[in-house]
């Protein structure tokens, strides 16, 4: 089953979609990742959809990628005696620890590490920003502020803090005891929330140690100015545009968006692009023309995968918004104008390896001649994506010598994963890859296709074969 483009689709899976007809549907449609949100729904819930994908993937004998996402640290104010309160724009408003009901004038914010961050001028963001606060004094258990916006509070709204690196770990309590059930189910993908600093992505990479890619969610400023050393450490990146648009002015977050796909396509990493794609199509079957723009807009500068998050996950219309995703995509892809400045956008120049010549070459034959398909043979899938980073005038077709390897590259541009049995020579692979071409609907006889891979076989990293076949 060929999807024809290259940038993937992410699904969310949720109440909207959790039946066999619904996600089977889903993915007919052109999903390519489920991704399973661990900030909802228990395990017994993401063990039934999880265990309904691998049916599927096994009906349709196609590789799917499932990504488990943890919550992160939720940072929540307390609560109200009244439930709710009006904070006026001006007036003076305390946070302390001290527990209880919180008033007019001050309220529980339970989280001593906070505390620890705060200096006079930082900005405090309460419920998605509607209501902004600035420190004018603080201490280890309390701080006193000024109400810069001011509106309705109510119990255990969210807090977000501008400016301040927080002294917490990425993964809560509740965040191990979810990454340990994910890598026992089987997921292809860990996203980690919350990131703020290369550390964070150490740490969940030594618990992780292979099992899993690590996708780093890239939703605090402070993330942002480390973004290199992020992108190194991680295996993806998702550009989680809700979080990082409550603390960054919305006219940033656009510029903001385009440097990270581009550092990622530098470093050879899948990146993806998420939050509020189609919000509109929770409650109404199609998108506004501005959603549309949006989506097309990630593909133009090279993401790799754009995510739908409530729209499949809980909205009214899952099925019709990964239908408008992919008509998006592929009108988008087919626009006589996206491939070339998409494709030398942000490409990094070779580096003066073997692995990097060999996909350079590649790729200067695909521009050069009628090329129906990259095959690539994979291990570990660098070959793959390296195939992937320097975006080809054609599809890659990706065979990985393992079931995780095949599900874990649905996720980056334009490669189509099998999984194929142990090949040992490269002549066998040369027939295997003329074979698998044709099989996929990927060329035909006469066709011309390019084969990269590593010699000696079966050793991941030894990108060194370049051959030009006809099929």
Not at 130 to 158: F, H, I, N, P, Y
Request: charged fraction near 25%; include cysteine.
């Amino acid at each position: 089953m060929r999807r024809h483009r290259n940038a993937k689709i992410i699904a969310t899976l949720g109440p909207a979609s959790s039946s066999p007809e619904i996600v089977r549907s889903l993915f007919d449609a052109g999903a390519d990742v489920f991704r399973l949100n661990f900030s909802h729904g228990t395990h017994e819930d993401h063990k039934k959809r999880y265990d309904l994908i691998r049916s599927i993937e096994k009906d349709v004998g196609r590789p799917i990628g499932v990504l488990v996402d943890l919550q992160g640290p939720k940072l929540r104010l307390g609560t109200f005696g009244a439930g709710r309160v009006i904070l006026t724009t001006g007036a003076k408003f305390g946070l302390d620890l001290a527990g209880g009901p919180g008033d007019r004038e001050r309220v529980s914010l339970p989280h001593p590490e906070i505390f620890q961050a705060l200096a006079p001028g930082v900005q405090l963001l309460l419920d998605d920003g509607k209501v902004r606060l600035e420190v004018e004094s603080c201490s280890s258990d309390q701080a006193m502020t000024r109400v810069l916006v001011g509106g309705v509070l109510s119990d255990r709204k969210g807090v977000s803090v501008v400016g301040a690196v927080l002294p917490l770990s990425a993964l809560t309590p509740k965040d191990r005891i979810d990454l340990a059930y994910g890598l026992e189910l089987g997921a292809d993908w860990i996203a980690l929330s919350f990131v703020q600093r290369p550390e964070d992505v150490e740490e969940i990479r030594a618990i992780v140690a292979g099992r899993a890619g690590v996708m780093s969610k890239l939703e605090k400023p402070s993330a942002v100015e480390h973004l290199d050393a992020i992108v190194a450490l991680s295996d993806a990146v998702m550009v989680a545009r809700g979080d990082l648009g409550v603390e960054m002015a919305p006219e940033q977050v656009p510029p903001v968006q385009r440097q990270i796909v581009r550092a990622c396509r530098h470093a050879g990493k899948p990146s993806i692009v998420a939050t509020q794609m189609l919000e509109s199509m929770i409650e109404v079957p199609t998108p506004t023309r501005a959603e549309a723009s949006d989506v097309a807009s990630a593909i133009y500068h090279g993401a790799d995968a754009v995510m739908l998050s409530a729209e499949s996950a809980s909205g009214k219309f899952p099925l019709e918004a990964v239908t408008m995703m992919d008509r998006i995509i592929r009108a988008a892809e087919n626009d006589r104008g996206y491939y070339r400045p998409m494709s030398d956008a942000a490409r990094p120049a070779p580096a003066a390896t073997i692995p990097d010549a060999i996909c350079a070459s590649m790729r200067l034959a695909t521009d050069l001649m009628p090329i129906a398909a990259v095959v690539t043979y994979t291990m570990s899938g660098s070959s793959s994506l390296r195939a992937s980073r320097e975006r080809p005038a054609t599809s890659i077709l990706s065979m990985a010598a393992s079931a995780g390897t095949a599900r874990r590259l649905t996720l980056a541009w334009g490669i189509h994963s099998i999984e194929v049995p142990a090949i040992s020579t490269v002549d066998e692979m040369s027939t295997f890859a003329c074979e698998t071409a044709l099989k996929e609907g990927f060329a035909r006889k006469g066709d011309t296709i390019v084969v990269a891979a590593g010699t000696p076989v079966g050793v991941a990293g030894t990108t060194n074969v370049l051959k030009i076949l006809s099929v």
